[in-house]
């Protein structure tokens, strides 16, 4: 099921039952003060951001499940704010982690500071029994590939480092066992994509995030949705999507993304 709604998404929570939704993923309003060319965000005053974000938050951390989890992507003008407002409804406990999901910038044209190449997404939990799957990348890279020999049994084999005493430290890896290296906090995947919408962002960023946190079949929600990235990677992946945006253009591009145009 793909539910796509245009509404404010603290009206569509009002709807939704308790503790019915697997996954939240939603890339909020940044607080930049910006007019897009498609929405207005929020300012960056601390009154605003706490007004707008705190009765949303309650919301999320009401429909969420107790084995659910919850994603908020945003940049470094507001994440301190945001990050208390969870801490308050979530629990300082239940915070997962802090990702930095690097964009790779090309164009760095910034002199007087570091150019900010990252949005940070905090994750939170709702209890500590949560669902979460490894997820690896770069599959298999050049330099790895190089480190696989035939062993006596001529399979391609590599040596890798364990804290297994009985192994004596080290395991051999077959290759057709290999899946590739762990992903850690900060996710590198390019942002080139050819946008429909303002602040659209990557499948595969969201893709990492719904394989780790949820299952198939599960139900996940964007309540800021945007062109619907959230909803065509659920449609990908075999799992229920509900959300929402407040622009009839982001709605239709929903509808479109998810019917394959
Ligand atoms: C950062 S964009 C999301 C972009 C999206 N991740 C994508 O890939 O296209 C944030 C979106 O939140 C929507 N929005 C802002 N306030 C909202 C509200 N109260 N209810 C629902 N949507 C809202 C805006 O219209 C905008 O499309």
């Excluded at 498609?38 to 960056?44: A, F, G, M, R």
């Excluded at 490894?134 to 001529?154: G, M, R, V, W």
């Excluded at 590198?188 to 079949?217: C, D, F, W």
């Amino acid at each position: 099921m793909i539910d796509i709604r245009l509404s404010d998404n603290l009206e569509l929570m009002a709807e939704m039952q308790d503790n019915t939704v697997d996954l939240i993923y939603c890339d909020i309003l940044y607080g930049t003060g910006r007019k897009f060319k498609d929405y207005q965000d929020l300012k960056p005053k601390r009154e605003i951001i706490e007004e707008h974000y705190i009765p949303r938050i309650k919301e999320m951390h009401r429909i969420l499940k107790d084995t659910g989890s919850i994603y908020l992507q945003m940049d470094n003008k507001i994440n301190h704010w945001v990050r208390c407002i969870m801490d308050d409804v979530f629990g300082y406990g239940n915070f997962l982690n802090e990702i930095y999901w690097d964009k790779n910038v090309v164009k760095n044209n910034t002199k007087n500071k570091f150019t900010n190449s990252t949005d940070t997404i905090i994750l939170y939990t709702k209890t500590k029994n949560y669902t979460f799957n490894p997820q690896y990348e770069n599959i298999i890279s050049k330099s790895t590939l190089n480190e696989f020999k035939y062993n006596d049994n001529q399979e391609l084999v590599r040596m890798a480092r364990t804290r297994d005493y009985k192994t004596k430290g080290k395991k051999e890896i077959k290759l057709k066992d290999y899946k590739g290296r762990l992903c850690n906090n900060i996710f590198n995947i390019a942002k080139r994509l050819k946008q429909v919408y303002a602040t659209q962002k990557p499948k595969a960023l969201i893709e990492r995030i719904i394989k780790a946190s949820s299952n198939e079949g599960d139900l996940v929600a964007d309540f800021y949705a945007g062109s619907f990235t959230t909803a065509e990677v659920c449609k990908d992946l075999n799992r229920n999507f509900i959300g929402c945006d407040i622009s009839e253009k982001a709605v239709q591009i929903g509808h479109a993304r998810v019917r394959g145009f």
